[in-house]
């Protein structure tokens, strides 16, 4: 199909031999000499003021070097609960010491006296009144109380007429929703588009519901861990395993109040992210703390148990979703009110609600989210933020339409998605994307049109959207005299993005993939480059080595100009060469040959710089299609047959595409079916792989992907971002499954066989 | 994990000598004991290997079909013996069911049942084999029935310096099965596993057992619904009437993993298979 010979092709990794060879540097494989080993002192309630913390009997201990607290924080900026406690093994200080046992034993030692308080940890408990408050008090007026005290505000501001009639019977009015005043906010969100009363007024079928939606963890293979070394000049040295080395190292600047440059920030091989790897607090600044009170380097490992007690998960949701459509299939009203478990800090992607519209034409919507505390740790991002949530809730409940309406869900969807030209929100029209290519393609692979299900058996369809983001990023590129290319920057490799990178150099300087290697900087020697998240680096670090090849690329015909007396537009890089294009004979000049002409001349060696900052992407969009058969006596569910597919814009490395696929649809059904961080009354009480369970390769049949490419106007080739959408829809798809299989709607995540039993029981099973 | 000496005896006697001090733990395996000291949750002082004596391991089968498991038979080896897969059926498929087969190369059917987790893969396969558990010491052997070797969850009646040495299972069963029930195909706990073996003299049901896994403090047997099994063919009725016995016989908990409810439904479900398979295999 194209004329391209790198790009589109798959190739190995760029790190496949040390991966498999164990030759990788994990974080936990950094062993400056002299290391110490941290351990965090962690609290044992989950909600307490802290009335003394009494570290002598551990400070007295051989072996220990260092105790901190948050007395050691010079700009005071959160890293250990000073006087209150938020959650179960939030970090209260932190010890170093010569030997692993050492630490530990410090810190069982260290005296905490706490003044313990009632706890929540239910979202919905949260915000009534009879909560206990985290923050303050949090209150915030719910969708209906909001929109009236607008009213009222607004008329009292109104000094020239008066409106006390019209406000006290807004006031009254006010009454009318005593339950909406909610506690322990943290955050809230709201939009709307049409009129939703009216919408909702026009519909001939409307249907709503509630889904639950657990707090999950990312569960990467490597628990967070970071080595620090401050040295007696000053300058920090932090070997992280991040997605974001700079980031982390401008978070430590600003935690710690250390200027940006005494800070190195060394990434180290990364054990997976999804998302979860962004935390600065977590483990780096209690190393560096550690390191500059020791005077030695410093290990802050995390234990698998602490990954789930003081990790940073995704959030939880329950999300009230009412749906409205016409009986000929048009969706014309869709209202969600959703209340995100934040845990002890804002931040959860209450924003993402808003996926609740799909890529649908829906006239009228409203949303209003809100982000609550609970007693648990904080959240952070995981494969498309928000989006499997959301996306749950609203593709759930376009099935129950689509039965109610007797449309086959496939047609239904179809018939309602967007299309280019069509008007979105903030006066903008949709691009080109192939939603419905996307979804035809999933249903043409799977069989859906003649679909056969024997007892028991059932399918499910459904598709989630996701926008990629775009960052800064900085690529240098130099050709050296033996034809070989080589590619230096500061992103971390995610996903094989690093071979993407270099399929992308070798395509435009036509070289073979094999005469490209690729060097990862520090953050003392590369150029800036954005974290590696949010399906960005290959649209980001694709365009900016794309601009740093033309630019050697540029080099190269100016050289073979120079060299050859021709003109440069009488010139062609191909295979290798430098091509006349007019010559005849043929000539031409070898790239390695030019690359050693450069350095005897006043231009000096071949060198390319790409630098870039952003620019709009496309969304995305992944569709899939489960067969299911349901064990209606034991609830179990197994999974017959899971295609999926997704617009990739444009797949530079067709196999690292597939895997991207196949690895976001396995994280959704294991989302769907049985990962769930469970809490009981004082906080997680699954912290670990025996009762946190993610599926194994048993679990499924191979994941058939199908990719779509409608190419992405700025994307590098066309590519857009691939590595969050394929989690968004699974969710759905399995509960839609299940509906089709046995007739029960789950819309409180996992499926677990005990719920799928007690639904069968109460549908007359 | 806390340090700890480390000892490789030759003989039983010598292992048992030692065994009898306190703070010490047998390592047959070490994939229930390495997990426990790396947790703290052992900090045994000696840890007491049980790899160099011989003798401990292998699957011997007698003329009249009775068969001889050494407690240090690796469960891999269990899974995998002919003659447990013909005349044992259900403790084979409880072998299949633990963890991976990295797991079950390493693990022994001795430490599984020593162990004693109410939730162990072999010990349902066990209770219907009958099995008789040799155990030795430095004061000689002794024989106890396997339904008589657990007292609560983590414990036996095992004194310090007993070892057990091989299980013995007299009669073979024509039809047995285990189910486990389970979220996770592989990888997973039993949330209880149920064993069902029967014999079958002209369609009538003879020496039917039933072993449950997971319900109760310890692993037991549910032998009422064997009583109304024995003697009779087995018709739907009577199937839905042992599963509702077996289920009466169940004393499960609440945990995270699932409510004692459910525990109670699954037994009754899994007994009627588990029954319905070992018949059809009889
Ligand atoms: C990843 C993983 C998955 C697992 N999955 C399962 C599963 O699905 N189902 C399941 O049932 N188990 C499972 N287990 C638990 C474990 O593998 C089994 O219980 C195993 O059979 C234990 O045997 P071992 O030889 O490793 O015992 P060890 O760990 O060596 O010993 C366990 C205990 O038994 C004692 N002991 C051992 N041998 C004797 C003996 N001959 N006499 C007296 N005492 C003795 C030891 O002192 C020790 O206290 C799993 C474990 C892991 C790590």
């Given at each position: 199909m194209s004329d391209y010979t790198v790009v589109g092709q798959t190739v190995a990794r760029v790190d496949a031999v040390e991966k498999v060879t164990g030759a990788a540097q994990y974080g936990a494989d950094v062993h400056p000499p002299g290391m110490l080993y941290g351990k965090i002192v962690r609290s044992k309630q989950a909600h307490a003021n802290i009335l003394s913390i009494d570290t002598s009997e551990a400070e007295k201990l051989p072996g220990v070097k260092a105790i901190i607290t948050q007395d050691d924080v010079p700009s005071g900026r959160r890293v250990f609960a000073t006087d209150k406690i938020l959650y179960l093994g939030e970090p209260l200080a932190a010890v170093a010491a010569t030997d692993p046992d050492i630490a530990e034993e410090a810190a069982e030692l260290i005296k905490i006296e706490y003044e313990v308080l009632p706890v929540v940890q239910d979202v919905m408990e949260a915000i009534k009144p009879s909560a206990p408050r985290l923050h303050g008090d949090g209150t915030k007026d719910g969708p209906n109380r909001r929109e009236i005290a607008t009213q009222i505000r607004r008329l009292t501001r109104d000094?020239?007429?008066?409106h006390s009639d019209e406000i006290s019977k807004l006031e009254a009015e006010l009454e009318n929703y005593p339950d909406e005043v909610y506690y322990n906010i943290s955050a809230e969100s709201h939009s709307d588009a049409g009129d939703i009363e009216k919408g909702f007024a026009e519909c001939d079928v409307v249907v709503e519901d509630t889904y639950v939606i657990p707090r999950v963890h990312q569960t990467y293979m490597e628990p967070h861990v970071s080595v620090a070394s401050a040295d007696s000049s000053g300058k920090v040295t932090v070997w992280a395993s991040t997605q974001g080395p700079f980031a982390i190292r401008s978070g430590i600047a600003g935690t710690l109040g250390i200027p940006l440059t005494q800070i190195n920030v060394i990434g180290t091989t990364m054990g997976g992210g999804f998302g979860g790897r962004f935390g600065v607090i977590i483990t780096h600044v209690p190393a560096v703390l550690l390191s500059q009170k020791s005077g030695r380097p410093v290990r802050v490992q995390m234990t698998r148990e602490e990954e789930f007690t003081d990790g940073r998960p995704a959030p939880g949701c329950v999300i009230k979703l009412k749906t409205g459509a016409t009986n000929d299939g048009r969706i014309l009203a869709r209202q969600a009110l959703a209340f995100w478990d934040s845990g002890s800090v804002s931040g959860a992607s209450i924003g993402s609600t808003i996926r609740v519209r799909g890529v649908y034409k829906i006239p009228n919507l409203k949303v209003d989210a809100y982000g609550v505390h609970t007693n648990k740790s904080g959240t952070a991002a995981y494969r498309a933020p928000g989006a499997p949530q959301a996306i749950f809730a609203g593709e759930s409940q376009l099935d129950e339409i689509a039965e109610r309406i007797g449309m086959d869900p496939v047609k239904f969807r179809l018939m309602n998605m967007r299309e280019e030209g069509d008007p979105i929100p903030a006066g903008a029209t949709e691009p080109k994307v192939g939603y419905k290519e996307t979804l035809e393609a999933v249903a043409d692979a799977a069989g859906w049109w003649d679909r056969e299900a024997g007892e028991n058996q059932g399918w499910g369809v459904a598709v989630g959207d996701w926008t990629n983001g775009c960052g800064p990023g900085g690529v240098y590129v130099a050709v050296h005299e033996d034809g070989s290319v080589r590619i230096f920057h500061g992103s971390m490799d995610i996903t094989g993005t690093d071979t993407a990178i270099s399929q992308i150099i070798a395509e435009i300087l036509t070289v073979p993939y094999e005469s490209v290697t690729i060097r990862r900087g520090d953050t003392d020697s590369a150029p800036y480059s954005t974290g590696s998240g949010g399906s960005v680096v290959t649209f980001t670090m694709g365009n900016t080595a794309k601009l740093a090849a033309e630019d050697a690329h540029q080099r190269i015909l100016e050289l073979a100009s120079e060299r050859l007396n021709m003109n440069v537009d009488n010139l062609e890089l191909r295979d290798g060469e430098v091509h006349v294009v007019t010559a005849d004979p043929p000539k031409s000049i070898l790239l390695g040959e030019l690359a050693a002409y450069s350095l005897s001349t006043?231009?000096?060696?071949i060198v390319g710089k790409g630098s870039f900052a952003r620019q709009a992407s496309t969304p995305a969009l992944a569709a899939q299609i489960a067969k299911v058969e349901v064990?209606?006596?034991?609830g179990r569910t197994r999974v017959l047959k899971l295609v999926a597919s997704q617009d990739v814009g444009f797949a530079i490395n067709p196999m690292a595409v597939e895997g991207q696929i196949e690895g976001g649809t396995v994280q959704g059904y294991a989302w769907a079916m049985m990962e769930e961080m469970q809490y009981g009354e004082d906080g997680n009480i699954n912290p670990g792989f025996v009762d946190y369970r993610v599926p194994t390769?048993?679990?499924?049949?191979t994941v058939e992907s199908v990719i779509v490419e409608v190419p992405a106007?700025?994307?590098?080739?066309?590519a857009k971002g691939v590595g969050e959408p394929p989690i968004t829809p699974t969710l759905a798809t399995m509960a839609n499954a299940v509906k089709d299989a046995v007739g029960i709607r789950v819309?409180?995540?996992?499926?677990k066989p005990e719920k799928v039993v007690q639904a069968l029981q109460s549908n007359g099973h | 994990m806390r340090n700890f000496e480390f000892f490789e005896p030759t003989t039983l006697a010598e292992a048992s000598r030692l065994f009898a001090q306190e703070h010490t733990q047998l390592l047959a395996g070490g994939t229930d004991l390495v997990i426990g000291m790396k947790a703290l949750t052992e900090a045994p002082q000696s840890v007491i290997s049980l790899q160099k004596i011989p003798g401990l391991a292998g699957v011997t089968t007698e003329s009249d079909n009775s068969i001889s498991v050494g407690a240090m038979t690796k469960v891999r080896a269990v899974e995998l013996s002919a003659d447990i897969q013909q005349h044992h059926t259900a403790l084979a498929e409880g072998a299949a069911e633990i963890g991976s087969i990295q797991i079950r190369n390493l693990a022994t059917i001795g430490g599984n049942i020593a162990h004693a987790s109410p939730a162990a893969d072999t010990v349902a396969g066990l209770l219907v084999a009958d099995a008789q558990v040799d155990i030795a010491s430095a004061d000689g052997e002794r024989t106890v029935s396997i339904d008589e070797l657990f007292t609560g969850p983590g414990q036996t009646v095992l004194a310090p310096g007993e070892i057990i040495t091989r299980f013995r299972l007299p009669s073979p069963a024509s039809g047995s099965h285990y189910i486990k029930h389970k979220i996770r195909e592989v990888m997973d706990l039993a949330f209880i596993g149920v064993a069902a073996a029967v014999n079958l003299n002209d369609g009538v049901i003879t020496d039917a057992r039933i072993g449950l896994a997971a319900v109760a403090p310890t692993p037991i047997r549910a032998t009422e619904a064997e009583n109304l099994l024995n003697g009779n063919q087995l018709t739907a009725e009577l199937l839905a009437q042992a599963g509702e016995a077996a289920a009466a016989a169940a004393s499960p908990i609440s945990d995270l993993r699932c409510s004692a409810e459910h525990r109670s439904e699954m037994v009754n479900v899994l007994t009627r298979r588990t029954v319905q398979e070992a018949v059809n295999r009889a």
């Open positions: 000094k020239e007429n008066d006043t231009g000096g060696p064990d209606p006596d034991t390769s048993a679990d499924l049949p106007p700025n994307g590098p080739y066309g819309t409180e995540l996992p499926i | -």
